[in-house]
């Protein structure tokens, strides 16, 4: 055995020894048969190539190696210990919700927060499938939401994705818009619009394709890329200057100076998933199935109406990985 091999329990029964320099008493200590503990002290001796102790029929003493060895040895299952408690229960799972308001994705996590209370079901807020998948496949998220089939395809076969939600779409116009006087506004009353959503960002490309495929045919243009607005301030500053429609969902935070309308005629809808990786498995992930299915259950959220428009992208399967 290399001593870089050198297994935490021979490291265990030799500070034992070291302390109560009495085998019979470290044995009973760590409640191992005496012979089991001087076969993992021979053991020990045999892969540092050092003896330890010095046994006489009334004494066990520490040689100089033994002395050497007592404080490295402690030191290394401090460490051992320290491991161990670190990753004694599941780390926190990291969610990504794409906004800091209301959405879906918010009510699932708080529903799975309450079904498992002794879970840490951390929030972050990375804006985009698109981007926040990327995170997901390399590990540093853990779930995320979105219209996961809208994902490259390479990105998407290294992901398992669940559909939790049809969610239906809505415009946000600027106040004292044409069309904001209108309880709803019908699809094609957008026709000679150009209506925001997301071109040109790269974390968001789902969103737009999915944007591009609802407008075709029907005289709606995409607005050109433009600077991603961060906070409601600026959402709503670049708003009032462009002056376009932009694409949302019926949750989507309400923006000061601006007005929020469902789209109906026919009544568009987004496919919302959760996704994770391939063969993850943590208690919050479960939670968070839990809390989705219970949720479409309640509220219908995967029942569409038969008039209403989805994705030709869209599968209808209930999960996969």
């Known amino acids: ?21 009495h085998f019979t008493r470290a044995a009973a200590r760590l409640y191992v048969a005496q012979q089991a503990l001087s076969r993992d002290v021979r053991k020990l001796e045999g892969a540092l190539g050092a003896g330890l102790f010095v046994r006489t029929t009334r004494a066990v003493e520490l040689t100089a190696d033994g002395e050497r060895l007592l404080p490295l040895a402690r030191r290394v299952l401090a460490a051992h210990e320290e491991l161990a408690a670190a990753f004694a229960g599941p780390r ?15 009510t699932v996590l708080e529903r799975a927060r309450e079904l498992a209370p002794d879970c840490e079901l951390m929030a972050r807020f990375e804006s ?13 998220l853990d779930v995320s939401f979105g219209y996961a089939d809208g994902l ?10 669940r559909p939790v939600r049809y969610e239906p779409l809505a415009v946000l116009l600027p106040e004292g818009h044409p069309l904001a006087a209108r309880p709803a506004v019908p699809l094609d009353a957008l026709a000679g619009e150009t209506v925001y959503a997301g071109a040109g960002n790269p974390r ?9 495929e609802l407008f075709a045919g029907r005289g709606i243009a995409l607005a050109p890329p433009a600077p991603v607005a961060v906070g409601k301030e600026e959402f709503s500053r670049v708003m009032a200057k462009t002056r376009n429609p932009v694409l949302v969902t019926v949750d989507f935070l309400d923006m000061p100076g601006c007005v929020k309308r469902p789209l109906v005629d026919p009544l568009p809808l987004s496919p919302l998933s959760m996704v994770w990786r391939k063969g993850f498995g943590h208690p919050g992930l479960d939670a968070l199935h839990q809390a ?16 209403s428009w989805r994705p030709a992208a869209l599968t209808g399967a209930r999960g996969s990985g």
């Open 1 to 21: 055995m290399n001593p870089r091999d050198v297994e935490p329990r021979l490291l265990r029964g030799f500070v034992a020894v070291a302390e109560e320099l």
């Open 92 to 106: 926190a799972l990291l969610v990504d919700l794409n906004t800091d308001g209301p959405s879906t994705a918010r």
């Open 128 to 140: 985009g499938l698109t981007h926040a998948a990327a995170e997901v496949a390399a590990g540093r």
């Open 152 to 161: 490259d395809p390479a990105l998407r076969a290294r992901l398992a994705h």
């Open 204 to 212: 968001t490309l789902e969103w737009t394709g999915l944007a591009r």
């Open 292 to 307: 989705a299915a219970v949720l479409a259950a309640e509220h219908g959220w995967l029942d569409a109406p038969p008039a």
